[in-house]
C-alpha cells in the first residue's frame, strides 16, 4: 500500500484499559495497534477514543450518545466491563447493555459488522492492588463476564479476541503493571495490539 492510499479511519471504545489510565498516549492498546498496522503497510490513522476511567457499560452508552459523533469509521473496537464486575452488577444488565454497545459500534463502523472487535476484559485481580481481596473471585467473575461478551459475539458475527489470559502473566511482574499498581503497562498493551494485529490486518 503506497503512501497515497486513502487514510482508514478507527474508534476505540471503552475505559480505563482503553484510554490507557497511567500510561503515555502511545502507549495506549489502539495506538500501538494503529502503529502496527501502519507498520505492515495499512495506512489507518490513530484512533478517536471514547472512553474513561471507571465507566460501565452503560456510563459508556451514554458518554458515546453525548460526544455527538456522528461519524462512521472503518474500524471500530470495544473494550468494556470491568467495572460491571467491580460495581457487583449482575450478568444479565451485562448482557443488555453490552449488546447495545455491540449494535452501536456496528452503526460507527456503517453498519459493517465485519469491521468491529471486542477484546475481552483483562483480569485486575493479578495486580499489586488486588493483593487483599479475594483474587479467585475476581478472576471467576471475570471469566464470568466475559463469556457473556463471546455469546453476544458470536449471535452478533462480531469478531471476539480474547486477551484475558494475557492479562494474567502480569502475576508477579510489575513491568506489566502501570505505576499506579492497578492498571496495566503499555508492555502489555502491546501484547494486546499484537494479539489483534492479525485479525485486524486480513480486513483490510
Known amino acids: ?60 452508552q451514554a458518554a458515546i450518545k453525548s460526544s455527538g459523533n456522528t461519524k462512521t469509521y472503518n474500524l471500530v473496537s470495544l473494550l468494556i466491563g470491568v467495572n460491571n464486575q467491580y460495581r457487583g452488577q449482575s450478568l444479565e444488565k451485562y448482557r443488555s447493555e453490552f449488546n447495545a454497545l455491540l449494535q452501536t459500534a456496528t452503526q460507527y463502523a456503517g453498519g459493517n459488522k465485519a469491521r468491529v472487535f471486542v477484546l475481552s476484559t483483562p483480569d485486575w485481580g493479578v495486580t499489586p492492588f488486588a493483593a487483599s481481596q479475594n483474587r479467585q473471585k475476581i478472576a471467576t467473575e471475570i471469566d464470568a463476564f466475559n463469556a457473556v461478551a463471546r455469546e453476544e459475539c458470536q449471535k452478533a458475527g462480531i469478531a471476539y ?44
Do not use: C
Open 1 to 60: 500500500m503506497t503512501n497515497n492510499s486513502p487514510q482508514y479511519t478507527f474508534l476505540s471504545l471503552g475505559d480505563s484499559y482503553t484510554i490507557g489510565e497511567s500510561v503515555p498516549e502511545t502507549d495506549r492498546w489502539s495506538v500501538q495497534l494503529a502503529t502496527m498496522l501502519r507498520e505492515q503497510g495499512v495506512n489507518v490513522a490513530n484512533p478517536d477514543i471514547i472512553a474513561r476511567t471507571g465507566w460501565t457499560t452503560e456510563e459508556l
Open 161 to 204: 479476541v480474547d486477551i484475558t489470559p494475557i492479562s494474567r502473566t502480569a502475576s508477579g511482574d510489575l513491568s506489566q503493571i502501570a505505576d499506579d499498581q492497578l492498571h496495566f503497562s503499555g508492555k502489555m498493551y502491546r501484547q494486546w495490539a499484537e494479539k489483534a494485529l492479525p485479525l485486524v490486518k486480513s480486513w483490510f
